[in-house]
C-alpha cells in the first residue's frame, strides 16, 4: 500500500495537471488576499484570518482535479486491472489513493 501512496504522489508532482493545480491555487488565493475588494491592504495590518478563510474555498474547487485524476489516469493507461490483480483489497487501493491525495493537499 505504501508504494501505491508514493507512486501515487510521484505522479500527480511528476505531471502537468499537478503543476497546473499548485499554480492556480496560489493564484486564486493571491487574487482574493491582494486584489479583490476588500483585500489584506485595506485592513492595515497583517492578519492571516482571510487565508484560513478563503484557502479552503479555493481548495473545494481543486479537490475533483486531484482526485478524479487518481483512477482516470489508471483507465486510461490500462494498469487498473494489473493494479486490482495484486495482493490489495479494493479497499486498500481506494484508502492508498485516498492517502495520497490527503498528503498532497496538505503538503
Do not use: C
Amino acid at each position: 500500500m505504501r508504494a501505491l501512496i508514493v507512486k501515487e504522489v510521484r505522479g500527480f508532482l511528476g505531471s502537468l495537471i499537478g503543476h497546473i493545480v499548485i499554480v492556480v491555487f496560489l493564484l486564486l488565493t493571491g487574487l482574493f488576499l491582494w486584489v479583490f475588494p476588500d483585500n489584506l491592504l485595506d485592513l492595515g495590518y497583517a492578519d492571516l484570518a482571510p487565508l484560513f478563510f478563503i484557502a479552503p474555498w479555493v481548495f473545494l474547487f481543486l479537490l475533483p482535479a486531484v482526485t478524479m485524476r487518481s483512477f482516470s489516469e489508471e483507465r486510461r493507461t490500462g494498469t487498473i486491472e494489473l493494479l486490482l490483480t495484486k495482493p490489495l483489497t479494493e479497499g486498500q487501493v481506494v484508502l492508498a489513493k485516498y492517502v495520497a491525495a490527503v498528503l498532497l493537499l496538505v503538503v
